[in-house]
Every structure is written in C-alpha cells, then in structure tokens.
C-alpha cells in the first residue's frame, strides 16, 4: 500500500497486518484454538445435567422465576421467563451465588422491553406451562428444556439437545506438580459436566505471542435451540457468506467476534468487523427466531436437514416414514449470562418486527444521506476536493457528499486539520454546501499518544483511557502509531467526547459536516487477532472481553449524541460505523467494509446487506468499485449498476488505487454511471417513503424474496435477488460478459412483473432467462403497486427538494393498486412533532385517489403531481378528470402508448399536500 512508502507509517506497518496480498488466517482464532469453544463443543447431546426446582416456583404479572440446578457441580441458578409484548418471550439464566458479578448486556436494546401480563400458568410435577394469548413456554422439569409454541404449534425448542452450558464463577485451584502432571496427560480428555478447571486454556491462554491472563477462569455460556418445521437458518451477521446459513457440521462456526480482517475472502463463515447475535428460522408455515443477549466472543454452529452440504437428516421426527426439517442452533459464548430472546413470528415480516421492537428501529436519516457519496483515502488537499466536486457538475452527475479519510488530520490526530492541505476548511465547506452538498470527515477511536495533542493530554490526566491489566492505560499500535482507546463505557468519557464536536471545539467544521466512524472494532495493528487483549479493563471493572462486540456500538453511540447536541438537536445526524452490533440501527449506517475489487466481492455484497438487513441495520451498502485493487470499467459499471439498489451509496477506494472517479474510464462509462445515479436518484422518494417506514414499523427496507414470499422454497436460498420494499425487484448482474440473468420472479404466477424501463410485463412466475447489455440490469416493478418517482434529475437532493412527483401505477388483474408517500422538510427532527404529509395512494378500477394515513399531521410541501403512468390501464380512455380542493374540477389530458399498455396523465398540477381524486373517462 502507499503507506509502505510513507516514513510517517513504516513504524506502524512493522506492527500491522496490512502488508499481505490476501487474509492472513493465522492471524485469527479456530474454535480448537479457543478454549471457550472447544468446552460447549465437547458436550455430548442429551447429557445435560440440569434440572428445575419446583418448590422454588414464584410468579408475579408478567414473569416466572424458578431455581435450576446442575446436578454434576451443585450449583443452583435462577431462571426467569418473562411474558413480552410482540409474541416475545425472554429468558434469563443467572448463577444464584456467584462468585462475583457476571455481565450482563446493556446498550442494545432500545428500552426495556414492555412486558405484559400472563394469562395462565399450570404447573405439574413434570412441567410449568406460561400461556399468554395464542403463546405459549413449556418449561420442562428434569431433564430441563424450554418448549415454545404459537397456536398450538412448536416453534421453538430450547436446550432440546441437552447442551446447554453455564460455567459456575470459582476460584482458581492450587494443584501440586504431581497434579498438573497428571492434567498435562490427559488434557485432550472429553471434560465431564460442568468442570472446566483441567482444560488447558481455562485459567489462561495464549495465541500467538499474545497472552490473555484470564484472572476470573472460565465463565462460558451456551444454549442449543432447534426449530422444528424450518428449512434454513438466517442472520448472525457479518459474514462474507451466503444469506442462508450453511451448515457447520464439518467445519468451524459461524464466529461473532468482531475483528479488521484484511481483504477478507468470500463464502467464509470468519468474523469480521459487526457482530448481531439474532436467528431466524423459516420454512413454508412459519418463521421464527432467537436474540442472544451476549456481547462476548460468540461461536454458532448451524445444523439443517434441508441444508444442501448436509448429507443425511440431523433430526427426523417421524410421522409414519416421513422425515420432518429442522434446524438447530447452538450459540456458545466466552463469558456473561444466558439472555434470550424467543421470537415467535409466525411469518418473516412478524419476526422481523419483533425484533425491532427490542432493539429499536434507524431514524429517518436526511434525505442527502440517500443519494450518491464519492470518497478516496485520501483526496489530497481542499483544490483537489473543489475540483472533484465541480467535476461532478461539469459531467452532469448528481452528487451529494464528499469524504475525507484520515490524510486531512494534522499527523492523525483527530479534530484537528493539515493546516497545508487544508487551509480554510470552512471555505471548501462553504463551497459545497452552496451546491447543497456535505462533507463527511473520519473519527476513528485510536487516539494518538502525542504529548503535544490536546486529546491524549487530557484523557491521560483524567484517566480516560482503557486501562491493562495492571491499571496503566492501555497502549496499541494504528494509523497514528503508539495509540490508546477512550473507554466510551465510563459515562465521563462520553460527555468529554462528545463535547469535542462543538462547533467552537472542533474548528473548521459546521453543522453540514458529518462523521465517519471507522477501525472502531477496535482494530489494534499489533494486538491479538489485530484487536484489543480481552484482559484490558473497561469502566466498572469489566473486561474487554465481556464487552468487545458492542465497542463500536458504544462509540457510534456517542458520536450519533455529538452530531444531535451540535445543532441543539435540530438536524438529523449522519455517522457511518464499520463496527456493529445488535440496535447499532439507532445511531448509523453500516458498510462491508475493506472489499476487494473483484466480482466475487461484487456478488457478496447482496447477502451481505440483506443479513444485516433483516437483522435490524437496513441501511448498509458496499464500496462501489472495492476498495482494494482496480475494477474495468465493466466490473465498475456493473457495481454501480447494483449499488443503486442498496440504501448506501458510496464510492470509496485505497490510497494506492487508480483515481476512479465516475469519469476516469471512458465516454461509454461515464453515460452509464450517469444513468445509473440519475435511476437512483429519481427512486429516492420511494426510498425515503420506506426508511421512514422502517422507524415506524421495523420492516426492512431491502428484503429478501422469502419475506413475501414464505412459501416459495425457492426463494429460501436466492441472494442474488432483492426486493425494495415489496415492490421493487432486482436481479444485478454479477458475472463478467454476462448476457443473460436468470430472474426468479415470485408471486406463483399470481403476481406479474414489469421492466421499469420499457413496463412491458414478465407474466412466468419461476425462473427466466433475461438478456441483459452493459447498459442495464434486470429491475421489475410488481403489479398491484404505486411508485413515487422524481424525474427531473439535479445535482442534489437539496436542488429536488420541491421537484414535482410522477406515479408509475401498475394495475392488477383486478384494475387496482396501492402505495405510499412519505414526504418533509427532508433535515430535521421536527417530522416528530407532526410536521410531515404520509399519503396513501390508490387506484380502483377508474379512480385514482390519494388519502393522507394520518390527519393529526401535517406539513405545507411546494411539490405537486407532474404526471402518472397507468400500466394495464382501463381499455379506451380519452380523458380523465381531476378534483381537488385548491383546483376543483379540471379535465386532463391522456395519451394512451399501445406498444406497453401504458396510459399517461400529464400535469394534473395538484399539490402533494392535500387530497385529490382523478377519474378516468372513456
């Protein structure tokens, strides 16, 4: 990389693993090498040893709680099942007397989950039954196990397989040489029950040449799950892999750990930099799914019957000589306490929602944060960034951001500038923000240990950093060299670093400047698996390694608080994450990261975003082009091409990389990529409809064919494809030279698909070959449904706001179809209190209406109805009739194009803000 040649660096690259041409395994763990891991997967199925207590029993409204007891080791737990709104149900597994405190999970979750009251507890000597509503949770006594049910219907399964794992807190034993002699001799033996003290890994463990003391022994937690009736299991991001899980019976684990793995590889099942420990399970009757409340190192082994690299069924429950699909789950993780979440559907929309429930939804982002983003590390100084943006007007492509890697810092350290690259950096602000532009600059948690750096000053005199082991502030090698880490988990820190962004603190910046929050894993050049030693100590006495995959959760947390406080809670703030984990939706966009300029890459990067998708973080996107290494110009088309139909659009790529800006290739690429962004650009009322949607409901916004459409089994595995909301559906293309796709169209021939280009209809459900030039990719409009666009394409947002809108409708076999709007002032929080327009549009047959959802709102938008395109409109209509309360009644002119069956209505002229009617008349 360029910083090979960089003095500045070459310290630091000593340490780093940046200097390799592809992911280094050895840097980073196997489970044989964990010693956690190797524990829960050496329990033997059907073995457990624990059992319930029955005369413990204590119920009040809305939870149970009972002692569980390990009949190997003695020791008692408390377990509470608690009755949760949403077909939710939770269980919370704790030692009783423990040694000292166990983590438990905080910060994920947006409140504290609303209970409700139980309906109905029985109870026997075999089992105690907890029914709320169509809901139901069978504990089972001895041997234990949790059962869930919806409508009489077993969803769930918990510890069914008997491999449930809680590592009682004790003491260290003191063992005579003879002793240790002996364990050495027998150290690969299966550890029987619940002991843990012979393995060799328990008490402390080495990797590499790194060491982790292990001061409080071993403390892992796990549980099994298994879902009866599904065929595939989905979530647990972020993986380079498949949507659908693949099973993990001959291989490693799925591992959440989150890590900076450089030029990661594709169909790998390794950590890399998010980690969200939630589960679904789905087959054609149902779906449902687990949130494991656990911010330690996870490992998750999947087993499927339907799973294609299965062989033979892992589990048949027999009904004659009929086999049954499942699927099993078994979560293990180093430390904490067992925190699950039961979510019982029945279908993939219910159980996504509940899941937002919990963990809360994004709010609304501005609308700017939705168009096209152009980054490098690094554009070289304030004339090289004025130039690129002019260049974008010059060309006529839209543009809304410009980014600035870690080059505009003085020597790496942040809040600061290069006062020679960039001299006046509130004239290069100024510069784009009259064009209606932003800049978004990078904040990255290493802090550099520079006595002549006001940040590392005070955080050393106020002890703000994370501590070792010994109490000294921990020191690691990154960009700046010799760093240390604000511990964001100490309530002092956060206030201190979230000062930092005033205005009057944080100078040459402004309220259009927002932030990209990168290496925050943390990534640590010279620490075990590139990250922080687990050892490290946080605010409150806990270890990094209770709380090493919320890290970046907790410093998005902080600066999403920066950018709110900054403009006295006006603006909506914009942060990027790379680092992530369960609720991180509620503070930031999500990307995948360091990509590679390779199809495969490409082609990753749809399960990719649709895994965090579902699981909660719906606006994710991938470094067009890959940030590593150069794409052709077919490869960069065709990557544009798909990342218009992911919520985040950027353009970023490696100091070493050719400049890649739209234009550097040639004349032919240019008009494509133009045409692309304009395509993109003319959907964001579409796109902005549903990520306001999505704060009010939780549905993603991208989603895979099998949330529409559950009982289609060969929706179950298609990653290539994605819908936007339910009624966009895209098929990239992902091969090189490519001139044919094939398009799975859903619906079961209930549902026809249209070319948004030439709205000329796909009538075959299942797969069709589609002929595809480097102009276009396969994207469909479905029938049945209304589509807002804007068409007069600008170079930003900011230039559209008071654009007029088109309705592309497409009718279905019964003359009918529907939509929404959602439309503001596009910035602030003041949609919150009631200052928006969410509009329901409608065609019946020969009317066209628009409703508003919700009357208590209200908002006085300049738009107003351009035109509307009717596909598979009513046969021979001559004219149509609008009537309005501003207009009355006016007659419209049609035209009727017979080649597409589209009827089209131009200028109705009405103002998006109030409710109108328009007749067709033949």
């Known amino acids: 990389m360029a910083s090979c040649v960089r003095l500045t660096l070459f310290l630091v690259l000593l340490c780093s693993p940046f200097i390799v041409d592809a992911v280094n395994r050895d840097q980073f763990k196997r489970c044989d090498q964990s010693s956690f891991c190797r524990r829960c997967r050496k329990m033997e199925s059907g073995k457990t040893p624990y059992q319930l207590l029955p005369d413990t029993f204590v119920q009040n409204e809305s939870m149970i709680t009972i002692d569980l007891f390990n009949k ?29 405190l166990r983590y438990k999970t905080e910060y994920a979750l947006h409140d504290q989950p609303q209970t409700v009251n139980i309906d109905l507890v029985e109870k026997n000597a075999e089992s105690i039954t907890v029914v709320k509503g169509e809901n139901k ?72 040449e790194h060491h982790d003391s292990k001061p409080f022994g071993p403390e892992a937690v796990a549980m099994d799950f298994s879902f009866p009736g599904s065929e595939h299991a989905y979530g647990i991001p972020e993986h380079a892999d498949s949507l659908a899980l693949r099973s993990t019976k001959s291989t490693d684990p799925y591992r959440l750990y989150n890590l900076d793995v450089f030029e990661y590889e594709t169909n790998e099942r390794m950590s890399v930099y998010g980690a969200i420990p939630v589960l679904y399970a789905h087959g054609k009757d149902k779906s449902s799914g687990v949130f494991w409340h656990n911010t330690a190192e996870t490992w998750i082994d999947i087993l499927s019957s339907a799973d294609n690299n299965v062989v033979e069924s892992i589990v048949n429950f027999v009904s004659g000589s009929a086999k049954k699909s499942q ?72 543009l809304e951001v410009m980014w600035l890697d870690i080059e505009y810092t003085d020597n790496k350290k942040y809040f600061t500038w290069d006062s020679r690259k960039f001299p006046n950096p509130l004239e290069m602000i100024h510069n784009l923000t009259t064009k209606g532009r932003k800049l978004v600059v990078i904040i990255d948690p290493h802090i550099k240990r520079d006595n002549n750096y006001f940040l590392h000053n005070d955080a050393t005199n106020m002890g703000y950093y994370i501590k070792n082991r010994d109490g000294k502030d ?35 910046t402004t309220n ?34 209770d709380v090493h995959n919320i890290n970046g959760h907790m410093y998005i947390r902080a600066t999403y608080e920066a950018l709110f406080r900054r403009s006295g809670g006006s603006l909506r703030p914009f942060v990027l994450t790379r680092s992530f984990f369960a609720g991180s939706q509620r503070y930031a966009a999500m990307w995948t990261g360091d990509n590679t300029a390779e199809w495969s890459h490409l082609r990753i990067s749809y399960p990719m975003c649709l895994s965090v998708a579902i699981s909660g973080m ?180 900011v230039a559209m706001k008071n654009d007029p809108y088109t309705l592309i409708i497409i009718a279905d076999s019964n003359g009918k179809a529907s939509g ?103």
């Open 72 to 100: 190997d080791t003695g020791v008692s737990y408390i377990l509470q099942v608690t009755t949760l709104k949403e077909s939710t149900f939770r269980l919370y597994i704790n030692e009783k007397n423990p040694l000292h």
């Open 327 to 398: 699927v099993d789950a078994y979560f293990m993780s180093e430390s904490g306490v067992i925190d699950v979440f039961f979510m019982l559907g029945p279908k993939p929309l219910d159980v996504f929602r509940q899941y937002t429930v919990l963990t809360g939804t994004a709010p609304l982002p501005q609308m700017f944060a939705l168009g096209y983003h152009q980054s490098r590390w690094n554009y070289n100084d304030q004339d090289d960034v004025a130039t690129i943006a002019e260049s974008f007007d010059i060309h006529d492509i839209p």
């Open 137 to 208: 949770a069978i504990l089972h006594v001895n041997p234990f196990k949790v059962d869930l049910y919806s409508q009489d219907v077993l969803m769930i399964s918990a510890n069914a397989r008997g491999l449930m794992r809680f590592e009682h807190l004790r003491t260290k034993p003191v063992k005579s040489e003879q002793d240790e002699n002996e364990a050495a001799e027998t150290k690969n033996n299966t550890y029987p029950g619940d002991s843990a003290d012979d393995d060799p890994g328990a008490w402390e463990e080495s990797f590499k």
């Open 618 to 797: 719906s606006f994710c996107g991938a470094d067009i082009g890959g940030f590593f290494k150069n794409p052709d110009s077919e490869l960069f088309i065709r990557w544009y091409q798909a990342g218009a139909w992911l919520p985040f659009y950027r353009q970023h790529s490696h100091i070493e990389t050719k400049r890649r800006e739209p234009w550097t290739f040639n004349e032919e690429t240019t008009q494509i990529v133009r045409d692309t962004l304009r395509l993109r650009y003319s959907y964001l009322p579409l796109w902005y409809t549903l990520f306001r949607e999505h704060e009010i409901n939780g549905l993603p916004v991208i989603r895979p064919l099998w949330a529409h459409y559950p009982t289609e089994s060969e929706t179950f595995t298609i990653d290539d494809h994605l819908l936007l909301g339910d009624a966009i559906l895209v098929r990239p293309v992902f091969q090189s030279g490519a001139t044919e796709v094939s398009v799975y169209f859903p619906g079961e021939g209930k549902v026809t698909w249209y070319d948004i280009d030439t709205m000329l209809p796909y009538q075959n459900a299942g797969y069709v070959n589609i002929p595809v030039t480097i102009h276009k990719i396969p994207v469909f409009q479905k029938s049945g449904s209304i589509v807002p666009r804007k068409m007069r394409i600008r170079r930003s947002t």
């Open 512 to 545: 259009d400047v927002y932030i990209w929050n990168d290496m925050n894993e943390p990534s640590v050049f010279n620490g075990p698996e590139v990250t922080a030693p687990k050892d490290l100590v946080h605010h409150g006495g806990w270890e990094h390694r």
């Open 820 to 922: 929404n709007l959602y439309i503001d002032d596009e910035t602030s929080f003041e949609y919150r209190h009631g200052k928006y327009l969410y509009l329901r549009l409608t065609l019946n047959g020969y009317k066209i209406s628009t409703t508003i959802i919700d009357n208590l709102a209200s908002y006085e938008t300049q738009s107003w109805l351009e035109r509307i395109d009717i596909v598979n409109p009513p046969k021979r209509i001559k004219s149509a009739q609008l009537d309005s309360r501003s207009m009355g009644k006016v007659t419209l002119e049609t035209t009727y194009n017979p080649h597409n069956d589209v009827l089209t209505i131009r200028k109705p002229g009405v103002n998006m803000g109030e409710a109108w009617v328009i007749e067709l008349l033949s």
């Open 474 to 508: 921990y020191e690691g090698w990154c960009w700046p060299g010799s760093s240390s880490y604000l511990d964001f988990f100490d309530p002092k820190v956060v206030e201190y670093y979230i000062s930092l962004y005033d205005l009057d603190k944080f100078h040459g």
